[in-house]
């Protein structure tokens, strides 16, 4: 079977969502792994010695790592996050329509569809990170069945960060607590040669941009608890008629987390329901030290080797005093002071051009992303009114406002975002192909499928 008959079968398959749930399994024993095996194996990344007890599930795969291919993990990305057509902004001009970053829709959504949810992935190649372009075609990309998009999207959108595995398994361990696992108890496995390691990784600054819609159709403002619960940075704006809703700093930040989570929870349920669609064993967990595998400790280990802002003393509490940049020129994160981001009216100015800049949704003029096609009503009169609408735009004094809560952040605690690291990346999934061999040995029927025993004869 081709690359494009493998795509079109993923895309006309009559397989109900509602049954897909009702299959849906983490099976967590793939080719070349081990389960309560009583052996101790070197790891095949990393080369340390990895022990492991023995237990009632003896199991040692005879089976060799299969990777996945460049189609599977095309169509894995797509559904965690891939284009899927032009947003329908049914929003009201009086109910915070102006929130809207892009109408680039995704298989998942974000915060004020911010984008700011891209996916990690960490193969025998090395690690990349997917991250979709914002131009759409139309109201459901891939008409008259443009399924090999599906593969171009993958190799054009997908940043190239190493070349190899990072240096993480389960044996790793800090010298002053050997027996601290910090890549969770349960995950011998990991990082096995064969696997594929999806991991939704945030930009959590980048959803601050939201401040600008909070200061104008919300009308809260952050106070800062501190030092004394003062308005932080924006005393001269609050009142009737603009910011009268305080919400301490804390409150803000653990807004951004909430909102930070469910993009990412669907990302993963998304790569879980295409698995169970394609016969692919996979299993999900959150059981990792982020900083770790992202490289903030290098003599631990150099991870990923993104970037670190220095050790910040100044944060408020000690959340926010490691900060991770990202990596420079190919996935940056929002903070500031950085690079990118050398003080507030830089990173204001950038939200503001997002929306109203050159090319954008909010543009003047006919360089306007809506007047070009890019929108989802039928009506040029309709594309006119909301940009003509007062509301389509925030009130003009929030602009000041925003940069002036960014000013007092860096001036009192010498970053923004304050109590915690913009790098986000908590939870994951490791997709891998399932040695029935031990379901079979050790489980009832019903927990291996035919897609499973079949999966090797479809797709390889």
């Known amino acids: 079977m081709t690359e494009s008959e493998q795509l079109a079968k993923a895309f006309t398959d009559d397989r109900s969502v509602f049954e897909l749930m009702r299959q849906t399994r983490t099976r967590r024993v793939g080719y070349g792994y081990r389960i309560d095996s009583g052996t101790t194996e070197k790891h095949p990344v990393t080369g340390r010695e990895m022990a492991q007890e023995k237990g009632p599930m003896e199991f040692v795969s005879d089976k060799a790592p299969l990777a996945l291919t460049e189609t599977e993990e095309a169509l894995l990305s797509?559904?965690?996050?891939?284009?899927?057509?032009?947003?329908?902004?049914d929003i009201s001009?009086?109910?915070?329509?102006?929130?809207?970053v892009s109408i680039a829709g995704r298989t998942t959504p974000t915060a004020g569809n911010s984008l700011a949810t891209d996916l990690l992935i960490i193969n025998d190649n090395g690690a990349s990170i997917y991250k979709p372009a914002n131009h759409r075609n139309e109201a459901m990309e891939m008409s008259n069945?443009?399924?090999?998009?599906?593969?171009?999207?993958?190799?054009?959108?997908?940043?190239?960060l190493s070349d190899s595995r990072p240096d993480i398994d389960y044996a790793m361990r800090l010298p002053m607590a050997p027996h601290a696992t910090l890549m969770g108890p349960y995950q011998h496995n990991m990082n096995k040669p064969g696997t594929t390691w999806f991991l939704p990784v945030t930009d959590n600054g980048k959803l601050t941009s939201a401040f600008v819609n909070l200061f104008d159709v919300w009308s809260m403002f952050p106070v800062d608890e501190f030092n004394?619960?003062?308005?932080?940075?924006v005393g001269e704006w609050v009142g009737e008629g603009k910011l009268e809703l305080p919400v301490p700093l804390a409150g803000f930040d653990q807004l951004w987390f909430q909102v930070e989570q469910y993009p990412v929870g669907m990302q993963i349920q998304n790569i879980r329901l295409a698995c169970e669609s394609m016969g692919l064993g996979h299993w999900n967990y959150c059981g990792?030290?982020?900083?770790?595998?992202?490289?903030?400790?290098?003599?631990?280990?150099?991870?990923?080797?993104?970037?670190?802002?220095p050790m910040n003393e100044r944060a408020p509490i000690a959340t926010g005093a490691v900060q991770c940049l990202g990596w420079p020129g190919k996935w940056e994160t929002t903070r500031v002071p950085s690079p990118k981001y050398p003080d507030?009216?830089?990173?204001?100015?950038?939200?503001?051009?997002?929306?109203?800049?050159?090319?954008?949704?909010?543009?003047?003029?006919?360089?306007?992303?809506l007047r070009q096609g890019q929108s989802p009503w039928k009506d040029p009169a309709t594309v006119e009114g909301i940009l003509a609408h007062p509301r389509a735009k925030p009130q003009t004094w929030v602009r000041e406002a925003v940069q002036a809560h960014i000013e007092y952040c860096i001036e009192n605690f010498g970053q923004f975002p304050v109590t915690y690291n913009p790098l986000q990346m908590h939870f994951g999934v490791v997709v891998h192909h399932l040695d029935t061999d031990f379901y079979d040995k050790y489980y009832k029927d019903g927990y291996v499928t035919?897609?499973?025993?079949d999966h090797e004869h479809n797709w390889h």
């Open 145 to 160: 069945s443009q399924y090999d998009r599906v593969l171009e999207w993958y190799r054009k959108d997908t940043v190239q």
């Open 78 to 89: 797509w559904a965690a996050c891939g284009p899927n057509g032009i947003a329908a902004w």
């Open 288 to 309: 990792f030290i982020p900083e770790v595998i992202l490289g903030a400790y290098p003599d631990l280990t150099p991870g990923l080797q993104a970037t670190f802002a």
């Open 228 to 233: 004394g619960m003062q308005p932080a940075g």
């Open 344 to 369: 507030a009216k830089a990173l204001v100015d950038q939200w503001y051009d997002e929306k109203y800049g050159d090319g954008a949704w909010g543009a003047e003029g006919e360089n306007n992303s």
């Open 450 to 453: 035919d897609r499973h025993r």
């Open 93 to 100: 001009l009086g109910g915070g329509f102006h929130e809207l």
